[in-house]
């Protein structure tokens, strides 16, 4: 059965690195999304992606995130300099309808 | 906010028996998923039940949605300890933008 899969597993970063968390939908899939979740709190959306480009971002998603989709699989999260609130397990999801499926996730280890 | 409120926090019960969990919601939406999350892992989709869908089953998982109260269950019958994670509720309303609750721990006791 086809999932989606994300690399590296686990992230360890100093303050203020640049770290691309990776990411490959499932193949037919047309929409893409990060949320991340903070140990113990909600999984919160982060931003979605579709046509090439953001279709929506929440208030998290500021200046130092960027998404990309650099070729006809993977699909990319940056954080530019990151913080130590950064810290967080990320998630990848895609749909092609309504059901979200979501990969294994990234922790994300910000010193 | 639409997001979703599980309840209870934790619930424990033995290895057979039936666990019921529940989620409340704000606004309107399109439909109401349900994931399973292990211990430091990913969210595992189980049912999706739409808003004009009152009942819905998969297997041992039952879920109904009751959308003029703005809530959802979600029941495992005859539990095993492998049912045992945390299980979130998570709301769209039609923007394909998941919005979850706290999420209710699980604990099937052998």
């Known amino acids: 059965e086809p999932e989606v899969t994300q690399t590296p597993s686990h992230q360890v970063t100093q303050m203020g690195q640049e770290v691309i968390l990776r990411c490959v939908p499932i193949?037919?899939?047309?929409?893409f999304y990060w949320y991340r979740q903070i140990l113990g709190q909600k999984v919160e959306f982060l931003v979605s992606?579709?046509?090439?480009?953001?279709?929506?971002k929440s208030e998290i998603f500021d200046d130092q995130f960027s998404v990309e989709r650099p070729d006809g699989s993977n699909f990319t999260l940056k954080i530019r300099s990151t913080k130590l609130e950064d810290s967080a397990m990320y998630f990848c999801?895609?749909?092609?309808?309504?059901?979200?499926?979501f990969g294994p996730g990234t922790r994300l280890t910000v010193t | 906010s639409q997001q979703g409120e599980e309840d209870p926090q934790a619930l424990s019960i033995q290895e057979g028996e039936n666990a019921t969990m529940n989620c409340s919601y704000k606004?309107?939406?399109?439909?109401l998923q349900w994931y399973r999350q292990n211990s430091g892992r990913g969210l595992v989709h189980l049912i999706l039940i739409r808003s004009n869908e009152r009942e819905k089953h998969s297997g041992r998982l039952r879920v109904t949605l009751d959308t003029s109260k703005k809530s959802s269950s979600l029941l495992i019958t005859a539990s095993r300890a492998a049912d045992t994670a945390s299980y979130f509720c998570a709301t769209d309303k039609n923007d394909y933008k998941l919005s979850f609750g706290a999420g209710t721990t699980v604990t099937v006791r052998a």
């Open positions: 999801a895609s749909t092609v309808a309504e059901e979200q499926y």
């Open positions: 193949s037919n899939h047309l929409y």
């Open positions: 992606f579709y046509n090439n480009e953001i279709s929506e």
């Open positions: 606004t309107s939406i399109n439909n």
